[in-house]
């Protein structure tokens, strides 16, 4: 488990100070896959710096199975390092070394024997799905085959928590998808905790079982994901949920009502669900924004309607869209 407690973190400005972090506070259990989420400036990638005690917090503390990093010697916070992993955006590899070198290498660090090290690293290729590329070096991969490598090396420790630091914001939507599996995948293989900072919810419906929403250093709102995404509360929270409908612009007419509706995680269906609306309840919606995508066999994302008549066809409408799986519908 990793208790954040009260986690402040302040840097000198020419203004005076600047506060990074506000008195943080978050409980991150063992095994969850835990998205920390926020746009650029939030504070995120500061927060995961002081998990790890990359950054050092200005006041409060960061435990580790009820452990203190902040209070360990610098041989005892090495040690912890190597349970608490990372990887990074830009991947960080060793471009001078092979993808076999590139996993062995902490484990050089922590003086394991070189059999041993290529030994381990293979079957992490393996894992990764990168059994051939072990004489390849960095420059020769993709952008994907170079976060699974990166995924490999930071698994070659064994470690029990794995922080993911804007890990695919540099990789296409299915480069994204396909790491994501493999996270997911290596999480439930493992057990490992798995904590992912973004700027993209849709990174965080995909994988994440609880999710902390930070801005201007604050956790603003936290939750699970199903109830976060379905019922955001504060603005921030609704900025990255609802990012480019620009409801407030739509003039509707008199005689339209507005229905926002979510889909986290409903199933696919032959026919749309505002489709078989019109059919079964003779109720033709008029689809005034859309924001939606499928996962595997899931739909995720949000849609405003306008909805012709008056309460009645409403109420009628909410009630048939409620009645779907994983669907919230909400007045707008």
Same mark, same amino acid.
């Given at each position: 488990?990793?208790?954040?407690?009260?986690?402040?973190?302040?840097?000198?400005?020419?203004?005076?100070?600047?506060?990074?972090?506000?008195?943080?506070?978050?409980?991150?259990? /063992?095994?969850?896959?835990?998205?920390?989420?926020?746009?650029?400036?939030?504070?995120?990638?500061?927060?995961?710096?002081?998990?790890?005690?990359?950054?050092?917090?200005?006041?409060?503390?960061?435990?580790?199975?009820?452990?203190?990093?902040?209070?360990?010697?610098?041989?005892?916070?090495?040690?912890?390092?190597?349970?608490?992993?990372?990887?990074?955006?830009?991947?960080?590899?060793?471009?001078?070394?092979?993808?076999?070198?590139?996993?062995?290498? $902490?484990?050089?660090?922590?003086?394991?024997?070189?059999?041993?090290?290529?030994?381990?690293?293979?079957?992490?290729?393996?894992?990764?799905?990168? %059994?051939?590329?072990?004489?390849?070096?960095?420059?020769?991969?993709?952008?994907?085959?170079?976060?699974?490598?990166?995924?490999?090396?930071?698994?070659?420790?064994? %470690?029990?928590?794995?922080?993911? /630091?804007?890990?695919?914001?540099?990789?296409?939507?299915?480069?994204?998808?396909?790491?994501?599996?493999?996270?997911?995948?290596?999480?439930?293989?493992?057990?490992?905790?798995?904590?992912?900072?973004?700027?993209?919810?849709?990174?965080?419906?995909?994988?994440?079982?609880?999710?902390?929403?930070?801005?201007?250093?604050?956790?603003?709102?936290?939750?699970?994901?199903?109830?976060?995404?379905?019922? $955001?509360?504060?603005?921030?929270?609704?900025?990255?949920?609802?990012?480019?409908?620009?409801?407030?612009?739509?003039?509707?007419?008199?005689?339209?009502?507005?229905?926002?509706?979510?889909?986290?995680?409903?199933?696919?269906?032959?026919?749309?669900?505002?489709?078989?609306?019109?059919?079964?309840?003779?109720?033709?919606?008029?689809?005034?924004?859309?924001?939606?995508?499928?996962?595997?066999?899931?739909?995720?994302?949000?849609?405003?309607?306008?909805? $012709?008549?008056?309460?009645?066809?409403?109420?009628?409408?909410?009630?048939?869209?409620?009645?779907?799986?994983?669907?919230?519908?909400?007045?707008?």
């Amino acid at each position: 488990m990793i208790e954040i407690k009260n986690l402040t973190k302040t840097f000198p400005s020419a203004d005076g100070t600047f506060y990074a972090l506000k008195n943080v506070s978050l409980t991150i259990n /063992d095994g969850e896959i835990y998205g920390i989420i926020g746009m650029s400036g939030a504070g995120k990638s500061t927060l995961v710096r002081c998990i790890n005690m990359l950054e050092r917090p200005t006041e409060g503390a960061v435990l580790v199975n009820g452990c203190d990093v902040g209070t360990l010697r610098e041989s005892e916070l090495r040690k912890t390092r190597r349970e608490v992993t990372m990887i990074f955006q830009g991947f960080h590899l060793l471009m001078q070394r092979t993808v076999l070198r590139n996993i062995c290498f $902490p484990l050089e660090l922590a003086g394991v024997k070189a059999s041993e090290a290529k030994a381990r690293a293979r079957e992490l290729l393996r894992m990764v799905g990168l %059994p051939d590329k072990e004489n390849a070096y960095p420059a020769q991969l993709s952008g994907g085959q170079q976060q699974r490598v990166a995924i490999a090396r930071a698994l070659a420790t064994n %470690p029990k928590v794995l922080l993911c /630091d804007e890990a695919t914001s540099a990789l296409d939507p299915k480069t994204t998808h396909d790491i994501l599996s493999l996270i997911r995948d290596i999480n439930q293989r493992l057990g490992i905790t798995v904590i992912i900072i973004t700027h993209q919810m849709s990174v965080v419906q995909e994988i994440c079982d609880r999710v902390a929403i930070l801005e201007n250093g604050e956790v603003v709102e936290e939750g699970t994901v199903v109830s976060v995404f379905s019922n $955001p509360k504060a603005a921030a929270t609704r900025r990255l949920v609802f990012p480019d409908s620009a409801e407030d612009e739509l003039d509707l007419p008199h005689d339209e009502h507005r229905l926002r509706v979510i889909f986290n995680g409903a199933p696919a269906a032959n026919t749309p669900l505002i489709a078989r609306m019109a059919m079964d309840k003779r109720i033709a919606a008029n689809i005034l924004y859309a924001s939606t995508r499928s996962v595997g066999d899931k739909i995720y994302g949000h849609m405003l309607l306008g909805i $012709p008549g008056g309460d009645e066809e409403t109420r009628t409408a909410m009630e048939y869209l409620r009645a779907a799986e994983n669907v919230v519908v909400e007045e707008a």
